[in-house]
């Protein structure tokens, strides 16, 4: 027990307590309605209830060999219904708190059916859980290989050779940042569920599954891997970004044309979204004569990515002095290409009435 202790950390604890918090506040509140306020006791008492039941599954799977962890699983259980039964039959009922009615064997195998449901329901948040410590406990012995082997590898060289190999594992490290600031959202194990729901709206489906393919490409480039996505696949996520983005803007109009043939190379991932995003963000789409055009070209020496649209009047704020990250936007797009060692040349032209873009890398240098 006392070792068990030492490896839990106060601040671990302590996350532990606000999320359950949280959790409980959240139940209390969608379940107060119509109700008298301290009844958001009564739900905090069986969220307290959940909490032991999570944490002794959790033992149970630490502590316990596979042999026996069945009949003790269905200890548990057995333990849980008993203690929800007394709680909302004999003990919230003494404050004044009734939260159901049990007698009656009608009443009584309803409990049973909500009791299970609440015990499968912490089953899932256990595997979940479990699943997420693995793979984090996972990452830190790779990590723990990898700073041993490149320390290794550091003995035996001379000091240029491990300035440069500081410096790469600096650029890596800053891309991996960067993609990281992009996976603020991500929910995946609800999207079927929610998709399902959206069936009956085609539109909002297609967009959804859009959304989907979004998250997708943010994991493919999370923190670990290189950052880099091949040119055609970074163009195919624009036709996918578009659909997603014209949801909010139902009236937009965007004009894609891709040159067949381009050239097999890597580039940083969302090198060309992003000036997508910007487009929707800051033009006016609206007008069929001036839609959203981006054109991809290329010749023997460079790709040429440009994308312009009509300037929206009521926006006056200039996109480069923006808020947000320096890792993200034009400015965090040109950087990454300048981590990468990717030769280009990024041109901006403001006019009056159109905003247009022109990225062009240069192929034959890569």
Same mark, same amino acid.
């Given at each position: 027990?006392? *070792? +068990?202790?030492?490896?839990?950390?106060? =601040? #671990? %604890?302590?996350?532990?307590?606000?999320?359950?918090?949280?959790?409980? !506040?959240?139940?209390?509140?969608?379940?107060?309605?119509?109700?008298?306020?301290?009844?958001?006791?009564?739900?905090?008492a069986i969220c307290l209830l959940m909490?032991?039941?999570?944490?002794?599954?959790?033992?149970?799977?630490?502590?316990?060999?596979?042999?026996?962890?069945?009949?003790?699983?269905?200890?548990?259980?057995?333990?849980?219904?008993?203690?929800?039964?007394?709680?909302?039959?004999?003990?919230?009922?003494?404050?004044?708190?009734?939260?159901?009615?049990?007698?009656?064997?009608?009443?009584?195998?309803?409990?049973?059916?909500?009791?299970?449901?609440?015990?499968?329901?912490? *089953? +899932?948040?256990?595997?979940?859980?479990? =699943? #997420? %410590?693995?793979?984090?406990?996972?990452?830190?012995?790779?990590?723990? !290989?990898?700073?041993?082997?490149?320390?290794?590898?550091?003995?035996?060289?001379?000091?240029?050779?491990?300035?440069?190999?500081?410096?790469?594992?600096?650029?890596?490290?800053?891309?991996?940042?960067?993609?990281?600031?992009?996976?603020?959202?991500?929910v995946g194990n609800a999207y079927n569920?929610?998709?399902?729901?959206?069936?009956?709206?085609?539109?909002?489906?297609?967009?959804?599954?859009?959304?989907?393919?979004?998250?997708?490409?943010?994991?493919?480039?999370?923190?670990?891997?290189?950052?880099?996505?091949?040119?055609?696949?970074?163009?195919?996520?624009?036709?996918?970004?578009?659909?997603?983005?014209?949801?909010?803007?139902?009236?937009?109009?965007?004009?894609?044309?891709?040159?067949?043939?381009?050239?097999?190379?890597?580039?940083?991932?969302?090198?060309?979204?992003?000036?997508?995003?910007?487009?929707?963000?800051?033009?006016?789409?609206?007008?069929?004569?001036?839609?959203?055009?981006?054109?991809?070209?290329?010749?023997?020496?460079?790709?040429?990515?440009?994308?312009?649209?009509?300037?929206?009047?009521?926006?006056?704020?200039?996109?480069?002095?923006?808020?947000?990250?320096?890792?993200?936007?034009?400015?965090?797009?040109?950087?990454?290409?300048?981590?990468?060692?990717?030769?280009?040349?990024?041109?901006?032209?403001?006019?009056?009435?159109?905003?247009?873009?022109?990225?062009?890398?240069?192929?034959?240098?890569?």
């Amino acid at each position: 027990m006392s *070792v +068990l202790l030492k490896k839990v950390s106060m =601040k #671990h %604890v302590l996350l532990h307590v606000q999320w359950w918090l949280l959790y409980g !506040l959240v139940m209390s509140l969608v379940n107060i309605w119509g109700r008298p306020l301290y009844y958001t006791f009564g739900f905090m008492a069986i969220c307290l209830l959940m909490a032991v039941i999570f944490y002794s599954l959790l033992g149970v799977y630490w502590h316990v060999q596979a042999a026996y962890r069945l009949p003790l699983y269905i200890g548990v259980m057995i333990i849980m219904q008993w203690l929800l039964f007394i709680l909302m039959d004999k003990g919230l009922p003494r404050f004044g708190i009734t939260l159901t009615k049990l007698d009656g064997e009608r009443h009584i195998g309803k409990f049973l059916l909500f009791g299970l449901n609440i015990f499968f329901d912490i *089953v +899932l948040a256990v595997i979940a859980y479990i =699943k #997420h %410590v693995k793979t984090i406990r996972s990452l830190e012995k790779q990590i723990q !290989l990898e700073r041993e082997l490149h320390v290794t590898a550091l003995e035996r060289v001379q000091v240029k050779n491990e300035m440069l190999e500081r410096e790469l594992q600096m650029r890596k490290s800053e891309s991996a940042r960067w993609v990281t600031t992009m996976n603020a959202h991500a929910v995946g194990n609800a999207y079927n569920a929610i998709y399902k729901l959206l069936l009956k709206n085609e539109k909002v489906a297609d967009g959804f599954l859009g959304l989907k393919a979004m998250y997708d490409y943010v994991l493919e480039n999370a923190p670990g891997q290189s950052g880099m996505v091949s040119l055609q696949r970074e163009i195919a996520m624009l036709d996918v970004w578009t659909r997603v983005f014209k949801l909010g803007y139902d009236s937009a109009m965007v004009d894609i044309e891709v040159a067949p043939g381009v050239p097999k190379i890597t580039i940083p991932s969302f090198t060309y979204v992003v000036f997508v995003e910007n487009a929707f963000e800051h033009g006016y789409h609206v007008d069929s004569n001036h839609p959203i055009r981006i054109r991809i070209e290329h010749d023997q020496q460079s790709v040429r990515y440009t994308i312009s649209n009509k300037k929206n009047p009521n926006i006056k704020r200039n996109r480069l002095k923006t808020n947000r990250p320096s890792s993200l936007g034009i400015a965090g797009a040109r950087h990454r290409l300048e981590l990468a060692d990717i030769p280009f040349d990024l041109i901006i032209d403001d006019t009056a009435g159109i905003y247009s873009v022109t990225l062009s890398i240069y192929t034959k240098s890569i």
